[in-house]
């Protein structure tokens, strides 16, 4: 049997459990009703979150019965994929609708005191999008994607309205000494937990904007480390439950914890808390029916901190973690929730990652906008709302530049790898379709399929002075 559907992971949490075809639904998506305006947007992107990490995708670890709800109303893919393997690339790939051999951030580039390498002032984002279209924009969580005082702050790359981490290093911690409101920086105590505080400007936003359409970005940092929260009722539900590994290494950035696995799961929990407040916030205000919620994770889980992946990847399924480009660090969960547009309870297989976000917003705000921004992505609204033909991508790509560098592309069921990019690369060749787990490396045996995609993967990659694969 092939595992590649998320009827063999989701174990019942999806009631009807349909495989959908990229382009012939096997059921049929609800009509769309010419009454209904174009909806508000909730993107949720959480942070190190595995495709396993929640029981929607076959975790049999932890509780997240909130966003099992948004995926027995909705659909969940099962082929979708992030910007890459580490945040910064990925989220900025996700902003601008180009893959990291185009975009400019492809990779966790540092900046002294504070933040990050910007994006390109000149490359539109997501969120000036929907702001040319008349919402009102806000992001809370992390940014990454330009440090204080820089050209790509949140708040000059179409954001109305920013709390948060404007560095991603800063969000390491979970009870940082300050926070940004827009541009400017909140002291804290602390002792005060970040998300809560995040948390809670999200459910303003909401209610702040309720009678205007809106585009809400919420980047949580959960659960990415450090693994620490509150010791409240939510981490006591796994005290104890799990048999903690007796030692383990901590990276010096991040703070120590005697119980990793309960901390982890607590964690995910936490977030699943925040995501089924954000449905109950948006049904209060009336808004509920004409949004779309989008639930997605930046990319493959982390093991720093004590964090321990192999345990809960129950299923085993997947090979790699964070910053690979196994499937393991670049597949992601992805829900998308939308009453009356989106078939409840079912699964869809279709090839898609994060730039393709920017043209499928594109097209969902139709004659709101005359957006013409050139993108490596394609839209997923036919997918979505089984509404139209869904075009299928030729190929997939993907640049990571530390660790020596690697580069990947995906067509079809084949999937290609280049390691040690600087050093001495090497060449994997998978069929994810028969292995999934990427365990047999076939580039031996297939000659003229390696190089059909190394040729792809030398013309996806455009040269950049910043990231150069250490040449």
């Given at each position: 049997?092939?595992y590649?559907?998320?009827?063999k992971?989701s174990?019942?949490?999806?009631?009807s459990?349909v495989?959908?075809?990229a382009?012939a639904?096997?059921?049929?998506a609800?009509k769309q009703?010419?009454a209904i305006t174009t909806p508000?947007?909730?993107?949720i992107?959480a942070d190190?979150?595995?495709?396993s990490?929640?029981?929607?995708?076959?975790?049999?670890?932890?509780?997240?019965?909130?966003?099992?709800?948004?995926?027995k109303?909705?659909?969940?893919?099962?082929q979708f994929?992030?910007g890459t393997?580490?945040?910064a690339?990925?989220?900025?790939?996700?902003?601008?609708?180009?893959?990291t051999g185009?975009?400019?951030i492809r990779g966790?580039?540092?900046?002294?005191?504070?933040?990050q390498?910007?994006?390109d002032p000149?490359?539109?984002?997501?969120?000036q999008l929907?702001?040319?279209?008349g919402?009102?924009?806000?992001a809370?969580g992390?940014?990454?994607?330009?440090?204080?005082g820089?050209?790509?702050?949140?708040?000059?790359?179409g954001?109305d309205?920013f709390?948060?981490?404007?560095?991603q290093?800063?969000?390491?911690?979970?009870?940082?000494a300050?926070?940004?409101?827009n541009?400017?920086?909140e002291?804290?105590?602390?002792k005060?937990?970040?998300?809560?505080l995040?948390?809670?400007?999200?459910?303003?936003f909401?209610?702040d904007n309720?009678?205007?359409?809106?585009?809400?970005?919420?980047?949580?940092?959960?659960p990415?480390?450090?693994?620490?929260?509150?010791?409240?009722?939510?981490l006591?539900?796994?005290d104890?439950k799990f048999?903690?590994?007796?030692?383990f290494t901590?990276?010096?950035?991040?703070?120590?914890?005697?119980?990793?696995?309960?901390?982890f799961?607590?964690m995910?929990?936490?977030?699943?808390t925040?995501?089924?407040?954000?449905?109950?916030e948006?049904e209060?205000?009336?808004?509920?029916?004409?949004?779309?919620i989008?639930?997605?994770?930046?990319?493959?889980?982390?093991?720093e901190g004590?964090a321990d992946?192999?345990?809960?990847?129950?299923?085993?399924?997947?090979r790699?973690t964070?910053?690979?480009?196994y499937?393991g660090?670049?597949?992601?969960p992805?829900?998308a929730n939308?009453?009356?547009?989106?078939?409840?309870?079912?699964?869809n297989n279709q090839?898609?990652?994060?730039?393709?976000?920017?043209?499928?917003?594109?097209e969902?705000?139709?004659?709101?906008t005359t957006?013409?921004?050139?993108?490596d992505?394609?839209s997923?609204?036919?997918?979505i709302t089984?509404?139209?033909?869904?075009i299928?991508h030729d190929y997939?790509?993907w640049?990571?530049?530390?660790?020596g560098?690697?580069?990947?592309?995906?067509?079809?069921?084949?999937?290609?790898i280049?390691?040690?990019?600087?050093?001495?690369?090497?060449?994997?060749?998978?069929?994810v379709?028969?292995?999934?787990?990427?365990?047999k490396?076939m580039?031996?045996?297939n000659p003229?399929k390696?190089?059909?995609l190394?040729?792809i993967m030398?013309t996806?990659h455009?040269?950049?002075s910043?990231?150069?694969f250490?040449?």
């Amino acid at each position: 049997m092939k595992y590649n559907h998320l009827t063999k992971l989701s174990s019942g949490i999806l009631l009807s459990s349909v495989s959908v075809a990229a382009n012939a639904q096997a059921a049929e998506a609800p009509k769309q009703s010419s009454a209904i305006t174009t909806p508000n947007v909730i993107y949720i992107i959480a942070d190190d979150l595995g495709y396993s990490d929640i029981e929607a995708y076959g975790n049999q670890h932890i509780s997240t019965p909130n966003i099992n709800k948004l995926a027995k109303s909705g659909m969940a893919f099962t082929q979708f994929y992030a910007g890459t393997s580490v945040s910064a690339p990925s989220r900025a790939s996700l902003m601008t609708g180009q893959h990291t051999g185009h975009t400019k951030i492809r990779g966790n580039k540092e900046l002294q005191p504070e933040g990050q390498e910007p994006l390109d002032p000149t490359v539109k984002t997501i969120a000036q999008l929907f702001k040319a279209a008349g919402y009102s924009t806000g992001a809370f969580g992390k940014w990454g994607l330009g440090y204080p005082g820089s050209v790509a702050e949140p708040t000059k790359m179409g954001f109305d309205k920013f709390y948060g981490y404007n560095c991603q290093r800063q969000a390491h911690s979970y009870y940082p000494a300050w926070l940004y409101n827009n541009s400017t920086k909140e002291t804290l105590d602390g002792k005060t937990y970040s998300q809560d505080l995040i948390h809670q400007q999200a459910l303003q936003f909401i209610r702040d904007n309720k009678d205007k359409p809106f585009f809400g970005y919420l980047a949580y940092s959960l659960p990415h480390a450090s693994l620490e929260q509150p010791n409240d009722s939510i981490l006591k539900m796994y005290d104890g439950k799990f048999c903690e590994p007796k030692t383990f290494t901590y990276n010096g950035d991040y703070a120590g914890t005697t119980k990793p696995r309960a901390q982890f799961a607590g964690m995910v929990t936490r977030l699943d808390t925040y995501v089924g407040q954000v449905v109950a916030e948006l049904e209060k205000q009336g808004v509920l029916d004409n949004t779309l919620i989008i639930f997605t994770s930046d990319n493959g889980p982390h093991t720093e901190g004590g964090a321990d992946p192999e345990f809960f990847n129950t299923e085993k399924l997947l090979r790699g973690t964070k910053r690979s480009l196994y499937e393991g660090g670049t597949r992601v969960p992805f829900i998308a929730n939308w009453k009356g547009h989106v078939a409840p309870g079912t699964t869809n297989n279709q090839l898609a990652a994060f730039w393709d976000m920017m043209p499928t917003f594109n097209e969902l705000l139709g004659t709101q906008t005359t957006w013409t921004q050139a993108t490596d992505g394609i839209s997923m609204l036919p997918a979505i709302t089984g509404q139209g033909t869904q075009i299928e991508h030729d190929y997939l790509y993907w640049e990571f530049h530390e660790q020596g560098g690697r580069q990947c592309v995906r067509k079809g069921d084949w999937v290609l790898i280049r390691q040690n990019i600087s050093t001495t690369p090497t060449l994997e060749l998978y069929n994810v379709e028969d292995d999934l787990a990427e365990a047999k490396n076939m580039a031996a045996q297939n000659p003229a399929k390696v190089q059909e995609l190394v040729t792809i993967m030398d013309t996806a990659h455009v040269h950049s002075s910043i990231f150069n694969f250490g040449k």
